[in-house]
Nanobody
Framework: QVQLVESGGGLVQAGDSLRLSCAAS????????MAWFRQAPGKEREFVAT????????YYAESVKGRFTISRDNAKNTVYLQMDSLKPEDTAVYYC????????????????????WGQGTQVTVSS
């Protein structure tokens, strides 16, 4: 498994931007598909975005498409989530995840292939 540490969450107003970071341990980070999920109070955790191990392909949930951008820097073992035009309904704990047991995988949107998870970072968007 991979150790993941998220950062960058906080309290912002609707329309503001935030950038989340997720630092990963391990020398084979560049082989993993990475993703962001989120869990709002009283709701199940849901998929947000995923990025291919090459960094050249991404996929987003419809609710964030056009507002969020996932990217990665394999030299820094870090994946990012740029969140623009934030809405109150984006309020949630955001988790990054790695599919480290599926190297050179594809863009997974369900939780099952992701074997490593961070502790989560809170994002709160006020109206």
């Amino acid at each position: 498994q991979v150790q993941l540490v998220e950062s960058g969450g906080g309290l912002v107003q609707a329309g503001d931007s935030l950038r989340l970071s997720c630092a990963a341990s391990g020398r084979t980070f560049s082989n993993y598909v990475m993703a962001w999920f989120r869990q709002a109070p009283g709701k199940e955790r849901e998929f947000v975005a995923t990025i291919m191990w090459t960094g050249d392909k991404t996929y987003y949930a419809e609710s964030v498409k056009g507002r969020f951008t996932i990217s990665r820097d394999n030299a820094k073992n870090t994946v990012y989530l740029q969140m623009d035009s934030l809405k109150p309904e984006d309020t949630a704990v955001y988790y990054c995840a790695a599919a480290s047991l599926h190297p050179y995988g594809t863009l997974y949107t369900n939780e099952q292939p992701y074997d490593s998870w961070g502790q989560g970072t809170q994002v709160t968007v006020s109206s």
